[in-house]
């Protein structure tokens, strides 16, 4: 099956720093990475969508420049959670896309960041 | 009104029984739609997808859709106690490429 890999799993940060998370396609080459954020209880919530060579597209009411989306090659996506503070703490999940027009996703692992 | 709706439960199913999940969508244009399994404290799982009306078996999961209702059901027969999880449901819309709506989960209590 489709493998896809997080790093890291879990992360602690203090309040104002940066923290990068990245997402591999394992086994196959993903076009389209997408990221979401989870909190306690909650279902996920679409942060970005992004394509292999452009710029991610944010969902309404994600902040760009916060949330810093590299998508370089068909294998690896990478989110930078800039400035991070407290209320950042949750859950990230990365998913890919097989190839384009393609509708199953598969998920990473996640990871859960806690800014302290 | 949320695009995929789903019962929160939880739902309490005695092991060995048939849990039956629910989800109804309001994009009547959407094409795919998906069901995945999330342990807690971990990421999505995959476990079905469909596409066209009827029904869809893999080993103990059956999905069914109705696209005129607008809806998507999973079945799982004989449960047992590791299938106790949040079940999500998720639609790829008629015009958001590649995006999948989720719903809120349903939470499944297998009980021995």
């Known amino acids: 099956g489709a493998v896809v890999s997080q790093h890291p799993s879990r992360v602690i940060c203090k309040s104002g720093t940066s923290v990068k998370i990245e997402c591999r396609s394992l086994?196959?080459?993903?076009?389209?990475m997408f990221w979401y954020r989870q909190f306690p209880k909650q279902s996920l919530m679409l942060m970005a969508t992004s394509n292999e060579g452009s710029k991610a597209t944010y969902e309404q009411g994600v902040e760009k420049d916060k949330f810093l989306i590299n998508h370089a090659s068909l294998t690896l996506s990478t989110l930078t959670v800039t400035s991070a503070h407290p209320e950042d703490s949750s859950f990230y999940i990365c998913?890919?896309?097989?190839?384009?027009?393609?509708?199953?996703?598969?998920f990473g692992p996640g990871t859960r960041l806690t800014v302290t | 009104q949320k695009e995929v709706e789903q019962n929160s439960g939880p739902l309490s199913v005695p092991e060995g029984a048939i849990a039956s999940l629910n989800c109804t969508y309001s994009?009547?244009?959407?094409?795919?739609f998906f069901w995945y399994r999330q342990y807690s404290g971990k990421s999505p799982e995959l476990i079905m997808s469909i596409y066209s009306n009827g029904d869809k078996e893999d080993g103990r999961f059956t999905a069914q859709l109705n696209k005129a209702s607008q809806y998507v059901s999973l079945l799982i027969r004989d449960s047992q106690p590791s299938d106790s999880a949040t079940y999500l449901c998720?639609?790829?819309?008629?015009?958001?490429?590649?995006?999948?709506?989720f719903g809120a989960g349903t939470q499944v209590v297998v009980t021995p």
């Open positions: 086994d196959f080459q993903a076009t389209t």
């Open positions: 998913s890919a896309s097989l190839a384009s027009q393609i509708h199953e996703q598969y």
């Open positions: 994009d009547r244009g959407s094409q795919s």
């Open positions: 998720a639609v790829k819309g008629g015009d958001s490429w590649g995006k999948l709506q």
